[in-house]
């Protein structure tokens, strides 16, 4: 079973909203990038499964380019304990990338380009729009986890008119919209 997509228009953002966001942010922290990122795939995966097996090919593919030290299971390319570690930076570079974003959350312009260079590095991997549309529950559901009781309505009404500029921004680099 695939994901299905809904149609999501993005909403501008208000001083508030990104005011909102930067506290927020500030409460995940940098340490927490990994533990957060490898629970958002985890769930991407659990909402999208067939994102797994993309995911996991092109980790794969990358991985065969490496070279490995004989009778180091750690370092082969499809041991769980790779795929665990993959799965875990990915999901923590997720997060870099989103604090990236953050820092110019404000400036349009610069966070339409950043997404708009995510979107053609993603559509090289072949990913489809509707795999975009799985951050959409996966970021809430591992912000509400790891904030726990600071997750409140405004802060995920913030985070998710964000997430609605992301996920629309760079669905147009992966179908060829414009900028």
């Not at 980790?59 to 665990?84: H, I, M, S, Y």
């Not at 997750?151 to 609605?164: A, V």
């Amino acid at each position: 079973m695939g994901c299905s997509q809904a149609k999501i228009e993005p909403e501008a953002l208000t001083p508030d909203d990104v005011r909102i966001i930067r506290e927020t942010w500030k409460m995940v922290g940098r340490e927490a990038y990994g533990e957060y990122g490898q629970r958002l795939m985890l769930r991407i995966f659990q909402k999208c499964p067939d994102i797994k097996s993309l995911w996991q090919n092109s980790r794969v593919l990358n991985n065969n380019n490496a070279t490995t030290t004989a009778g180091d299971d750690t370092d082969a390319p499809n041991t769980a304990n790779r795929w665990k570690m993959d799965l875990r930076n990915h999901g923590s570079k997720f997060f870099n990338s989103l604090d990236d974003l953050i820092i110019v959350v404000d400036k349009p312009e610069e966070l339409f380009k950043m997404l708009h260079d995510i979107g053609i590095r993603h559509k090289n991997y072949e990913v489809k729009s509707e795999h975009i549309q799985a951050i959409v529950d996966g970021l809430n559901h591992t912000m509400e986890f790891g904030l726990r009781d600071k997750w409140t309505d405004n802060r995920q009404k913030s985070f998710q008119r964000l997430i609605n500029i992301i996920v629309a921004r760079t669905n147009r680099a992966l179908t060829g919209g414009e900028k």
